[in-house]
Each structure stands twice: as structure tokens, then as C-alpha cells.
């Protein structure tokens, strides 16, 4: 599945062109997109093809078309503090996502069928926590993975207000996947893939395994305590902005790149019966792309030094460490991240 947009060369542009053909609708969504790089979620010997809009598969490890995800995380309309359960999580790239929507105080589970794939997906999101450029911009609803048959939940499993299904789902199974929502909420599943045309993340209808119960989403003081004080802490970064500059911190301008299509066109010009000329220089040849690439790079050298993208700034992670405090709480409060 997929296929849908073009590829791009960087994450930022394939959002782009899951934006421009309307897959990505709003700024919730988009901003969750961006922040999660989804090469991150390839393997190593396969990151050339994580900006295509195709599905990958290898062994177990399954992530769907990025149109498909985008329509997802739309149709599933999602809010900070709700609960969502994802059923065949595979590696977690959906999962986190959402996370980064639902907030601290949301719950984020996913059932997954294959337990290597569980492993997979809980070192993917230990590696988005440390080491994520965007991590700090949000306040993160980490997922919590377990293995199982989504089709075997206890009967005391809570219900959600969010649910996903990317595998195909049965007509007979149609009234149990409703039974996990709550009264008002949104079930997102391929039914008898004639519904919505999704691959999913996981063939999750196999196994013998039983889940027995869900995980519970219960913090500790101690975790509660981070993200009071992490919250308080932006408060005072964005209020210290606002006095410095009258409207808060702004995105830094991303200027997107203009491609410059290489191609020969070759004109023959018969006069009197006898070839005139062998070839007409064309605008779109290679000789005058070579000129737009200049005339790109002047515009460039040109631009007033105030209006380039600067680096990024980790505002929340200075003025933690900047902080009267033992180092170890303030890694503690960086979640131990690396940058």
C-alpha cells in the first residue's frame, strides 16, 4: 500500500508532500509527523527507502505507507489526557506519534503479536527519548508495549477512547473491537479490508498468547514530580520570551529545497531536406539547470543574514542544567538524554 505522494529526500519534505496532497489536514498532526523521524524506525540497510510513501516489511518488523498513518491519525481525531490503544503496534512509530498528542496525563498502550517485534519497538522509543531533537518540545505520553493476542484481552481490560487496528479485521470480530471503546469513542480498522484500505503494523489475530491484563498507567510521585516541574519550567521559558520579544519563541523559518529536474530535449530542424541544426539548446538541459542551480545559490548568499534558519535551540534543556541543582536530578530531568 501506498504510493500516494512522492518521495522525499528528508523527512520534512515528505511531510510536505503528505501536506500538499491533503493526507496531513491539520497542525496537531503535522507537528507529530515532523517530529518523529521515521527512518529512525528502519533498519539500518533499508534507511534509503524511509522516505517514500510505501510500505516495508522484513521478517516480523512491518511499518505502513506514510499516507496510510497520516489518515489514521486524522480519522482518530486525537486530544491531550485521552487513552488509545493500538492493536498490532509493531514498531511503536504510531504509537509515539500519538504520544506526543496525548500529553503526560494520556495512556498509550499497544498490544503486539510477535515479541520480537516488542523488543524492537521499546528499543526504537528508547532511542527517540534520548536522543530526539524535538523530545523536549513536547509533553511526551510514552507507550507501554506488551505481547499478546489483541483478540484475547481480558474482559476486565479497560476501554479507550481511542483505538487502531491496522490489521484486517473480520466481520465477526467487528462487535469485540467496538466493546473496547469507550461511550463516544473512535475506532480506527480496515473491516473486511473493504473499510479503510490499511496494512497494518502487525498480523495480530494468530497467536495462542493471552494478554491477561493490560498495562496500567500508573506514575510515581517521583515521575509525577518531573513533569510538574519540567511544565513550570517551560511556563518560565516562554514568559521570558514574551517579555524579550513581545509574542513568544518562534519556529525558525525552514526553507524548502527547489528541485531542479535534469533532462535533454533534442530538436532536429530539417530546411530544404538537409538537417539545419543537430541539436537546440533547451531551457530544462543540463547546461541551464547548472545556471538555475547558480541563480538558486546567489539568492541564497543574497538572503539578509536575519532571515536564515539559525540552530536549534534547546531552551528546557539549558535552563535545566543552568539550575542550582545535583547533577543527577538534572538528568533525571532530561530523562537521561543525550542531547
Not at 514498531?91 to 498528542?101: D, E, K, N, Q
Not at 493471552?210 to 521559558?237: H, N, T, W
Amino acid at each position: 500500500m501506498g504510493g500516494a505522494v512522492s518521495a522525499g529526500e528528508d523527512n520534512d519534505e515528505l511531510i510536505d508532500n503528505l501536506k500538499e496532497a491533503q493526507y496531513i489536514r491539520s497542525e496537531l498532526v503535522e507537528r507529530a509527523f515532523r517530529a518523529v523521524d521515521r527512518a529512525d524506525y528502519y533498519l539500518e540497510e533499508f534507511k534509503e527507502n524511509a522516505y517514500k510513501d510505501l510500505a516495508w516489511k522484513h521478517g516480523n518488523i512491518h511499518l505502513s505507507a506514510p499516507c496510510i498513518y497520516s489518515e489514521v491519525m486524522e480519522a482518530l481525531d486525537l486530544q491531550p489526557g485521552l487513552s488509545f490503544l493500538n492493536l498490532g503496534s509493531g514498531t511503536g512509530y504510531l504509537s509515539s506519534m500519538v504520544g506526543l498528542i496525548l500529553g503526560p496525563f494520556g495512556v498509550n498502550h499497544g498490544v503486539e503479536l510477535h515479541s520480537d517485534v516488542t523488543e524492537y519497538a521499546k528499543q526504537k522509543l528508547d532511542f527517540f527519548i534520548r536522543t530526539s531533537d524535538s523530545f523536549d518540545k513536547f509533553d511526551f505520553c510514552e507507550p507501554c508495549f506488551v505481547t499478546g493476542n489483541c483478540l484475547e484481552l481480558s474482559p476486565a481490560c479497560s476501554q479507550y477512547d481511542r483505538v487502531y487496528c491496522g490489521a484486517g479485521v473480520q466481520k465477526e470480530h467487528e462487535e469485540y473491537m467496538k466493546s473496547l471503546l469507550k461511550v463516544g469513542g473512535v475506532l480506527v480498522m480496515p473491516l473486511e479490508e473493504k473499510a479503510l484500505p490499511m496494512g497494518g503494523e502487525g498480523t495480530a489475530f494468530q497467536s495462542p498468547c493471552r494478554v491477561s491484563e493490560a498495562p496500567l498507567a500508573v506514575r510515581s510521585l517521583q515521575d509525577l514530580a518531573r513533569i510538574a516541574i519540567r511544565g513550570a519550567i517551560k511556563k518560565v521559558i516562554h514568559q521570558e520570551a514574551v517579555n524579550r520579544n513581545g509574542n513568544g519563541l518562534k519556529n525558525t523559518p525552514r526553507f524548502k529545497r527547489r528541485r531542479v529536474r535534469r533532462r535533454r530535449m533534442e530538436t532536429i530542424v530539417f530546411l530544404d531536406k538537409e538537417v539545419f541544426a543537430s541539436r537546440i539548446s533547451n531551457p530544462s538541459d543540463d547546461t541551464s539547470c547548472g545556471d538555475l542551480e547558480e541563480e538558486r545559490q546567489g539568492e541564497e548568499a543574497t538572503t539578509p543574514p536575519d532571515t536564515r534558519p539559525e540552530p536549534p535551540v534547546n531552551f528546557l534543556r539549558e535552563k535545566v542544567l543552568s539550575l542550582p541543582l545535583p547533577d543527577p536530578l538534572k538528568y533525571y530531568l532530561l530523562y537521561y538524554r543525550e542531547k
